[in-house]
T-cell receptor, first 113, second 115 residues
Framework: DQQVKQNSPSLSVQEGRISILNCDYT??????FLWYKKYPAEGPTFLISISSIKDKNEDGRFTVFLNKSAKHLSLHIVPSQPGDSAVYFC????????????FGQGTILTVHP | EAGVVQSPRYKIIEKKQPVAFWCNPI?????LYWYLQNLGQGPELLIRYENEEAVDDSQLPKDRFSAERLKGVDSTLKIQPAELGDSAVYLC?????????????FGPGTRLTVL
């Protein structure tokens, strides 16, 4: 049972344009959501997060939007840069175990110069 | 500040052999996690430690997997015997505590190949 889903395995974007990565979840107990970025041969690194009491959180070029009624969140990167090329994982916390991160399958972002 | 250290980075073994992975968390981090990442998938939690106590090991296949965190610092994850399906990346992460807003820091992982 995949509680966090990223339905797009890959995304290709031109440098300078917007990248939009999407994530859906099914567990209504999740109340904290995170995006991680992963380069090859490295572990995931934290990028940005959002609490369920908010619908938007912004950090520089990165903005995360949360639509609780649709159980959907998205990560916007504006403007996209070649160095943003990586695998992006959506993750969620909440319910009975705050210690557990539940991850999506990941989306490979490629930003072309 | 040093990050999470894992060794070895790569390991190739034949099926039915034992294998062990080692993790040194960030200094001062009480919570340690072991995740399994299969190809094309996100990490999945295997076990979580609060200091030396395993507080969530519900996803750890206990027939062949074992873990320990002696003295509440370093941790070792062992597989005995390894099966072909165990080929994956094993990630270790640590955090100050396991609270809702606490960031988890990941190591580079150990890529295991079982032949």
């Amino acid at each position: 049972d995949q509680q966090v889903k990223q339905n797009s395995p890959s995304l290709s974007v031109q440098e300078g344009r917007i990248s939009i990565l999407n994530c859906d979840y099914t567990n209504s107990m999740f109340d904290y959501f995170l995006w991680y970025k992963k380069y090859p041969a490295e572990g995931p690194t934290f990028l940005i997060s959002i609490s369920s009491i908010k619908d938007k959180n912004e950090d520089g070029r990165f903005t995360v939007f949360l639509n609780k009624s649709a159980k959907h969140l998205s990560l916007h990167i504006v403007p996209s840069q070649p160095g943003d090329s990586a695998v992006y994982f959506c993750a969620a916390k909440g319910g009975t175990s705050y210690g557990k991160l539940t991850f999506g399958q990941g989306t490979i972002l490629t930003v072309h110069p | 500040e040093a990050g999470v250290v894992q060794s070895p980075r790569y390991k190739i073994i034949e099926k039915k052999q034992p294998v062990a992975f080692w993790c040194n968390p960030i200094s001062g981090h009480n919570t340690l996690y072991w995740y399994l990442q299969n190809l094309g998938q996100g990490p999945e939690l295997l076990i979580r430690y609060e200091n030396e106590e395993a507080v969530d090991d519900s996803q750890l296949p206990k027939d062949r997997f074992s873990a320990e965190r002696l003295k509440g610092v370093d941790s070792t994850l062992k597989i005995q015997p390894a099966e072909l399906g165990d080929s994956a990346v094993y990630l270790c992460a640590s955090s100050l505590t396991s609270g809702a807003r606490v960031e988890q820091f990941f190591g580079p992982g150990t890529r295991l190949t079982v032949l």
